[in-house]
């Protein structure tokens, strides 16, 4: 019950300074104060709508904002959002745009489930549907998942990765991004091994901990700092009586978001007290840089407890898919069942949460995989944020990535050999 109330708690004060910033910007913006010409009350009105919209939107779910697009034909076409596959904790969805014929390249786009949303991936997604099909998997909010769901770990998260590439085809390219990489990869041996024809055409991997003793990281290393016991006592609470998941072990959103910020404290407190100053003179907005930022970047979502700390055990301390000793359901999978699926990783030189070396790893363990279906790129500069949505994403990666694809289009149940796609030597 304590871990309910202190859940409860973190809730409370989060309201507590949403309805303190409502307040003050209401106060402040009485008609009667203009007579009084005080920057105090300028100030308050600024403060409270900046602190009002921060934590308000701690506990929403962001939206996709793409809604049109403009294709080659020079028309708009209106880009509808389509769930393909529901399942309780995430769905596989489509971004169906309206009118435009159904283009070649079927890319399933996987999501991190690690404190944001799917939505993370927007940019992402906006760069890719100009001429390919996209699906992404969108996790849920545990927090909104009733306790009778069940529970969903590593090895759910997996066979949920396993369902939606059979959804698809074996026509799909699968494209995962960050902490869903190691699992993508275990979920296609898997496949390989089940349902051989139900292979996605493509793997691309980008910035993700395939071996997190590669190349240790900050976040690698605290992983190996704390035992699970402190991890389970300090990090997981029960979801509180406000929401459908009551009772439900979580890693809290609001916690993790904590955890965020304190890496970069100053950072943080100075770009608030910037954008307060900017709201007081009147140059902030709903869609200025700051907002566009911290609206998806403050938008957090509970993680199940079982997910989280399975991740950490078996992911990050013991090492089993580095080691290709992952089970899922009992069995045994093995990462050189996968002979016929092209695999490409993509490492940030600058990637200081997944650094080059732990997402490389990947075309080691495919020793059943051809050479000349192996490719690796390692793009200069690009910190982790940059390789899947930043520059470097649209001005070099995305390309590549897409090259990798055309070029292992054929059919390769037919003999078909695909030309060599190395972009650096793997």
């Not at 911290?294 to 957090?300: G, R």
Request: proline share 6%; net charge negative.
């Amino acid at each position: 019950m304590r871990y309910m109330m202190t859940y409860d708690l973190m809730e409370t004060v989060r309201n507590t300074n949403q309805w303190l910033g409502a307040t003050a910007r209401t106060m402040a913006s009485y008609p009667a104060w203009a007579m009084l010409p005080n920057p105090a009350m300028q100030w308050m009105a600024a403060w409270g709508e900046v602190t009002e919209r921060t934590f308000e939107r701690m506990v929403t779910k962001p939206d996709w904002g793409i809604r049109t697009f403009t294709h080659e034909d020079g028309k708009d076409h209106l880009v509808e959002v389509k769930t393909i596959v529901e399942r309780p904790f995430g769905d596989l969805i489509h971004f169906d745009v309206v009118g435009r014929e159904e283009q070649p390249r079927k890319i399933l786009l996987v999501a991190p489930m690690s404190g944001h949303y799917a939505t993370l991936l927007r940019s992402t997604v906006k760069s890719l549907i100009v001429n390919c099909e996209v699906y992404v998997t969108d996790w849920h909010n545990a927090r909104d998942i009733p306790v009778s769901a069940g529970k969903f770990d590593v090895e759910d998260y997996t066979l949920y990765l396993m369902e939606f590439m059979r959804e698809l085809g074996p026509d799909t390219n699968v494209v995962a991004v960050c902490q869903p990489v190691p699992l993508t990869l275990a979920a296609t041996a898997y496949l390989a091994e089940l349902d051989p024809d139900a292979q996605p055409r493509t793997l691309t991997l980008i910035g993700g901990p395939v071996d997190p003793d590669a190349t240790p990281t900050d976040v690698t290393d605290f992983g190996r700092r704390v035992t699970m016991g402190q991890l389970e006592e300090t990090m997981i609470q029960r979801v509180g009586f406000k929401y459908k998941g009551v009772g439900r072990m979580v890693y809290p959103g609001l916690l993790q978001l904590a955890s965020f910020i304190s890496m970069n404290g100053e950072r943080h407190a100075s770009a608030f007290s910037e954008q307060i100053q900017n709201v007081m003179r009147g140059e902030a907005s709903d869609h200025d840089p700051h907002n566009r930022f911290y609206d998806e970047y403050l938008a957090v979502m509970d993680m199940p407890a079982e997910f989280y700390l399975s991740t950490v055990d078996r992911i990050f301390k013991k090492r089993e898919i580095a080691k290709n000793e992952f089970v899922v359901a009992g069995h045994k999978v093995d990462m050189g069942a996968i002979t016929k699926v092209a695999v490409k990783t993509v490492e940030g030189a600058n990637d200081d949460i997944s650094a080059p070396g732990q997402c490389i790893a990947a075309l080691g363990l495919c020793t059943g995989l051809p050479d000349d279906m192996k490719a690796s790129h390692v793009e200069p500069g690009a910190g982790h944020y940059g390789i899947f949505a930043g520059k470097s994403w649209r001005n070099n990666i995305r390309p590549l990535v897409l090259d990798f694809i055309d070029s292992n289009a054929g059919d390769r149940n037919k003999g078909k050999k695909a030309k060599p796609a190395n972009t650096n030597a793997a």
